[in-house]
């Protein structure tokens, strides 16, 4: 059965600092899709990034850059000069056997000015 | 494209009560789901469809029935309602049949059950 971690339900950080949030998954399968979704305080989920398995390459995108290792089974998030508007809960989630989508329980981050 | 509308925004039932929660996309997407989210468990697949006229169960599906007889609309019903159906729920949708691609959220539904 597939299963994602995210291990930090909370982080708090001041405004410019760098912040990593981490997502640790376990499935059985050779291929398999990982994404990151953010749920600001306003509720609405939005989508950041999706991955297959056979794609390692790191993504760059602005702030945001993210660090999929197979070898540990983690698909990290790293958020670069955090600004107070990056302020919600973000979501690991997992797609396995292209039929169900297995998210983990969230990390709230707060970034204070 | 208004993309996926869920209603109500907000509800509140009695124990026992049943209800329809009401889903619809237009982007002619394939699959569709139900998800709930409690606090500290992030969110949980309820049902899902690939495609019009096929459902399956998730992670969570006691006390919640679905059907798809359109590409459109995927209605949640809750049978008799229970304190612990109490949650927000998210209606999905993804451009292909399967779960592997992004899929977008509707805004969501707050339901209380007293």
């Known amino acids: 059965a597939q299963k994602v971690t995210q291990a930090q339900t909370e982080i708090s950080v001041v405004e410019k600092e760098d912040v990593t949030l981490d997502c640790v998954y376990e499935?059985?399968?050779?291929?398999?899709?990982l994404f990151w979704y953010k749920q600001p305080p306003s509720g609405e989920l939005v989508f950041l990034i999706r991955?297959?398995?056979?794609?390692?390459q790191n993504e760059i995108s602005g702030r945001y850059s993210w660090n999929f290792q197979k070898s540990t089974s983690s698909f990290n998030f790293t958020i670069t000069a955090s600004q107070v508007v990056d302020s919600a809960v973000y979501f690991c989630?997992?797609?396995?056997?292209?039929?169900?989508?297995?998210f983990g329980s969230g990390t709230q981050l707060t970034v204070l000015p | 494209n208004a993309g996926v509308t869920q209603t109500p925004k907000f509800q509140v039932l009695k124990t026992g009560q049943s209800m329809t929660l009401q889903c619809a996309q237009d982007?002619?997407?394939?699959?569709m789901s139900w998800y709930r989210q409690d606090p500290g468990m992030g969110l949980r697949l309820i049902h899902y469809?690939?495609?019009?006229?096929?459902?399956d169960q998730g992670e969570v599906p006691n006390g919640y029935n679905v059907s798809r007889s359109t590409t459109e609309d995927f209605p949640l019903r809750l049978l008799s309602a229970a304190p612990s159906q109490t949650s927000v729920y998210f209606c999905?949708?993804?451009?292909?049949?399967?779960?592997?691609?992004?899929?977008?959220f509707g805004p969501g539904t707050r339901l209380t059950v007293t």
């Open positions: 499935t059985r399968d050779t291929t398999y899709y």
């Open positions: 469809s690939v495609g019009a006229g096929i459902t």
């Open positions: 991955r297959n398995s056979f794609d390692e």
């Open positions: 999905a949708s993804s451009y292909d049949g399967t779960s592997s691609y992004e899929q977008y």
């Open positions: 989630a997992l797609s396995e056997a292209e039929r169900q989508l297995t």
């Open positions: 982007m002619n997407h394939e699959y």
